[in-house]
């Protein structure tokens, strides 16, 4: 991985941050990655694909953030915002982002978005 010095720190917070809550205990299968259950014949729904786009959106803007591409990173988590405004990962990737490119204000609002929709 290569990342900037200014954002070494920040990115590897970063990516832990996003796997963290990823794997955390009480996050439930479906929020984690779709599945469709074969034994009983069910596909999967468009809720799951919307989902599964987000996460997959998420995981993109995580990488570029890593990287310190962060106008690129802030496009994709604004992405998985749009198809799933409620994922509290992407609300706290996109305050770091917003707080690594100086804008205080945005970030903090995130920050507390993200809170809101998990306060956990």
Known sequence: ?????RYKHTAALAVWLVFAVFSAPGTSQAQTSPR??????AVQTG???TQRRARTRLELATAYYAEGRLDTALEEVKRAL??????????NLRGLVYSALGDDIQAEESFKRA??????
């Open 36 to 41: 469709s259950d074969t034994s009983r014949g």
């Open 1 to 5: 991985m290569i990342v900037c010095g």
């Open 82 to 91: 749009a198809a799933s405004p409620e994922m509290a990962q992407a609300l």
């Open 115 to 120: 809170l809101q929709v998990a306060p956990s």
């Open 47 to 49: 809720d799951d694909d």
